[in-house]
């Protein structure tokens, strides 16, 4: 094994032409450099230098030598500072509805990840109410979050407005039928808990045949015509039919918000990068389109 130590000795008797000279650069003694490039010269088991009374020729396995050296001291240098940079490693805890976890990877996610080596970003998923609790309970620095309120003043930031649809199977009879046939997510869900809160006994009985965090499994059960269910507008696809509240005697949807939350007590010069990013990626995060993540 090549020590690093008698590489530096090496390196600074070629650049300095003779032995004396580098102990004066490198503050040791003539005697330890001479000892130093016998140890290295043992340890290659070849002759890495000339010595005459005009100083020191490097051979060919040394000029060899010298090139890998330079390297692998340079290597040395870069790992040392990296350590340096990271060794007060910060970890930045963040929350993403569960049915969005692949757009936001896709916008900026990944690109933070890229950007900041020296930070670990902790993703966690879950529904947008479990979101909040775990929040409040200090699980997360930062979470996005879907309701249907604005959230208050210094409580987050809206950052922008997702449209839902009640959905039925383009053609298909789920809609029809007597008791209506529903693909909800899961509890503590905002998206669910309007649904039952703008039910109306005067309205159609409803019964939840599916529940579930994964948006393809509701588009899937929704395009075999087994349920309808309040999908995001940008995931309706050709297959699938928006079906109106008020004709099909179903609760209607609100708008609902995404918005920004952070705990106050974990913000930092990192966790400020992170939410410029994600405010940044706003137009994109919030793009209606007849296209998602999932191929629909």
């Known amino acids: 094994m090549l020590k690093i130590e008698?590489?530096?000795?090496?390196?600074?008797?070629?650049?300095?032409?003779?032995?004396?000279?580098?102990?004066?650069?490198l503050c040791r003694t003539q005697s330890t450099i001479s000892l130093q490039i016998k140890k290295l010269e043992e340890s290659v088991g070849q002759p890495l230098l000339l010595r005459d009374n005009k100083g020191v020729t490097l051979t060919e396995p040394g000029k060899t030598l010298l090139n890998y050296a330079y390297k692998m001291l340079q290597l040395s240098s870069q790992a040392i500072d990296e350590l340096?940079?990271?060794?007060?490693?910060?970890?930045?805890?963040?929350?993403?509805?569960?049915?969005?976890?692949?757009?936001?990877?896709?916008?900026?996610?990944?690109?933070?990840?890229?950007?900041?080596?020296?930070?670990?970003l902790v993703i966690d998923t879950d529904?947008?109410?479990n979101l909040y609790k775990r929040l409040h309970n200090g699980e997360f620095d930062v979470i996005v979050a879907t309701h249907w309120q604005t959230p208050a003043a210094g409580h987050g930031e809206l950052l922008f407005e997702r449209r839902f649809h009640w959905v039925a199977a383009k053609g298909g009879s789920a809609h029809k039928r007597e008791t209506v046939p529903m693909a909800l997510y899961p509890e503590n869900c905002p998206i669910r808990a309007q649904v039952f809160a703008n039910h109306q006994i005067s309205m159609r009985p409803m019964s939840?045949?599916?529940?579930?965090?994964?948006?393809t499994a509701m588009c899937m059960a929704v395009e075999n015509d087994l349920v309808i269910a309040p999908i995001a507008e940008f995931r309706i696809n050709d297959k699938m039919q928006i079906i109106d509240p008020i004709e099909h005697n179903i609760p209607p949807l609100p708008a609902f918000n995404e918005s920004l939350y952070l705990n106050p007590d974990t913000q930092t010069e990192a966790t400020n990068q992170l939410i410029n990013l994600i405010k940044a990626n706003v137009l994109e995060l919030g793009e209606v389109s007849l296209h998602s993540e999932y191929g629909y």
Not at 6 to 25: M, Q, T, W, Y
Not at 103 to 118: A, D, H, N, Q, V
Request: negative net charge; hydrophobic residues 40%; glycine residues 6%.
């Open 127 to 129: 529904v947008s109410g």
């Open 84 to 120: 340096k940079e990271c060794q007060n490693r910060e970890v930045i805890r963040l929350g993403v509805p569960t049915d969005y976890i692949n757009r936001y990877l896709g916008s900026f996610l990944l690109e933070f990840i890229r950007e900041f080596t020296c930070i670990e």
């Open 208 to 215: 939840v045949l599916l529940s579930t965090p994964s948006p």
């Open 6 to 25: 008698l590489l530096e000795s090496f390196i600074a008797v070629v650049e300095c032409g003779n032995l004396s000279k580098a102990a004066e650069k």
